[in-house]
């Protein structure tokens, strides 16, 4: 796949790749950027173009590498950005799941018990994500902070950041495979289809979460480190 890059029009990339839309939410870039291109709508923003091209990337690109760590400013703005996804995820994504689910159940659970696992399953892997986001908001991200302002003082350095110590994006993928293959009888379609893309949409951002520190965060940490 070929690389996005900095003198392509950010719309047409958008339009062409729509699951960047939650992107350059998290970069608080607001749509109505008309013709601009990428370098001028992150010079606007006063957004690292690098960074954002490289996380950009990353999200299309499976096999997206950056030849070189991130420098200590474009560790913070990636920070920034990981603290912005786990916001979401809390106020809109994990609540959106639960509001359609609780629907479904209410319309549907007299005939299928199977909502009721499905159910369950889902109440665990909330749990461990939310597990997730603290410690990285209440241990990691603070340690990380520490590196990049050279403090003398560090404390103790936490695992590598990531969402999916356990494969938390399968689990997900296991709970829509339950919903599309077990989950029958006079349950209510629309509903149904609303718990598996918003499971789908959840699945997704932790995924990628994941392939941010993987590729770009971890490896600029452990550089830091080195230095200290």
């Known amino acids: 796949?070929?690389?996005?890059?900095?003198?392509?029009k950010l719309s047409e990339v958008i339009l062409h790749h729509y699951v960047l839309m939650p992107v350059i939410r998290r970069f608080d870039i607001k749509l109505g950027f008309g013709e601009k291109t990428i370098r001028q709508v992150c010079e606007e923003h006063q957004l690292d173009t690098e960074l954002f091209l490289a996380v950009l990337n990353l999200y299309i690109n499976h096999s997206y590498?950056?030849?070189?760590?991130?420098?200590?400013?474009?560790?913070?703005?990636?920070?920034?950005?990981?603290?912005?996804?786990?916001?979401?995820?809390?106020?809109?994504?994990?609540?959106?799941?639960?509001?359609?689910?609780q629907a479904l159940m209410g319309n549907s659970f007299a005939h299928n018990k199977t909502i009721g696992l499905i159910h369950n399953f889902f109440a665990e892997i909330k749990k461990e994500l939310l597990s997730a986001i603290e410690h990285d908001n209440a241990v990691r991200f603070p340690y990380i902070n520490q590196l990049i302002c050279k403090e003398n003082?560090?404390?103790?350095?936490?695992?590598?950041?990531?969402?999916?110590?356990?494969?938390?994006d399968e689990k997900i993928f296991d709970l829509r495979s339950i919903l599309m293959?077990?989950?029958?009888?006079?349950?209510?379609q629309n509903l149904c289809?609303?718990?598996?893309?918003?499971?789908?949409?959840?699945?997704?951002?932790?995924?990628?979460?994941?392939?941010?520190?993987d590729e770009l965060l971890n490896p600029a940490v452990a550089h830091l480190e080195k230095s200290c």
């Open 1 to 8: 796949m070929s690389l996005i890059l900095s003198d392509m």
């Open 65 to 101: 590498a950056i030849e070189r760590p991130l420098t200590a400013t474009q560790v913070s703005a990636t920070v920034d950005y990981l603290k912005k996804t786990n916001a979401l995820m809390l106020q809109s994504q994990l609540p959106n799941v639960e509001r359609h689910l």
């Open 153 to 168: 003082t560090l404390i103790d350095s936490p695992a590598e950041t990531q969402l999916a110590q356990d494969p938390m």
């Open 181 to 188: 293959k077990y989950l029958t009888g006079e349950a209510d």
């Open 193 to 213: 289809y609303a718990v598996f893309f918003a499971l789908y949409t959840l699945e997704n951002d932790i995924r990628q979460y994941n392939k941010v520190c």
